[in-house]
């Protein structure tokens, strides 16, 4: 079993659809982060987050360490959003990484 | 140079041959570190480097070596390649280990 797991592995949404992408992990950690990575293949960091809720834009991020789960949502979704989402946990100062959730708004 | 860079886009390499992936950042980072990213798997550390100087060992170190002469600079090296190899090879930094981290563009390998 991995120590990252996100839900679902692959996710199609109509623009506009509230989006919700989950990660469960089995680690004691410091931090989760949340990575977007477009076609093309960039990588680019949306969350670091020990603790509660962060929001920018039209993205959320929640943890809940008790239950060692988070999840990213994505209010009025659009086709830009289109990406894989990554899941990563600090642990012991190594990133463990979830293997993605491939996201597509279609128009 | 803006960020964190990595050459060279992508490469076929023979297997056998010596191959240097390059990685330069200019944010004067501490950590740096090396990851490839393989279909259905998550991101794995190959190695990792918490300042000039240093370097470690990550989850799936064989058959790769690295080094840091200064801040900027963390190259990674494939002494003999195997077609095993054939991967998109991430470079990133983080102001110390455990902070968070910034990506390079990745570099697409393909060992023959």
């Known amino acids: 079993k991995n120590e990252v797991e996100q839900s679902p592995q692959n996710l199609t949404a109509q623009e506009g659809e509230f989006i919700t992408i989950n990660c469960s992990y089995s680690?004691?950690?410091?931090?989760l982060h949340w990575l977007q990575q477009h076609p093309g293949g960039g990588i680019v960091s949306l969350f670091m987050?020990?603790?509660g809720k962060k929001k920018h834009g039209r993205l959320i991020a929640t943890i809940n360490i008790q239950e060692k789960h988070s999840s990213l949502h994505i209010t009025a979704s659009h086709p830009r959003d289109s990406a894989v989402y990554i899941c990563?946990?600090?642990?012991?100062?190594?990133?463990?990484f979830g293997a993605g959730t491939r996201l597509t708004v279609k128009p | 140079i803006a960020g964190i860079t990595q050459a060279p886009t992508s490469q076929i390499l023979a297997a056998g041959r010596r191959m240097t992936l390059r990685c330069t950042q200019d944010?004067?980072?501490?950590?740096m570190y090396w990851y490839r990213q393989d279909l259905g798997l998550g991101l794995r550390l190959i190695h990792y480097?918490?300042?000039?100087?240093?370097?470690g060992k990550g989850e799936v170190p064989d058959g790769y070596s690295v080094s840091r002469a200064n801040t900027d600079d963390f190259p990674l090296t494939l002494a003999s390649a195997v077609p095993s190899q054939t991967s998109v090879y991430f470079c990133?930094?983080?102001?110390?280990?455990?902070?968070?981290?910034?990506f390079g563009p990745g570099t697409r390998l393909t060992v023959t």
């Open positions: 944010m004067r980072h501490n950590a």
């Open positions: 990563a946990v600090n642990n012991n100062n190594d990133m463990r």
């Open positions: 990133a930094s983080s102001l110390d280990r455990g902070d968070e981290q910034y």
């Open positions: 680690v004691g950690i410091s931090a």
């Open positions: 480097s918490n300042t000039a100087g240093t370097t």
């Open positions: 987050l020990s603790s």
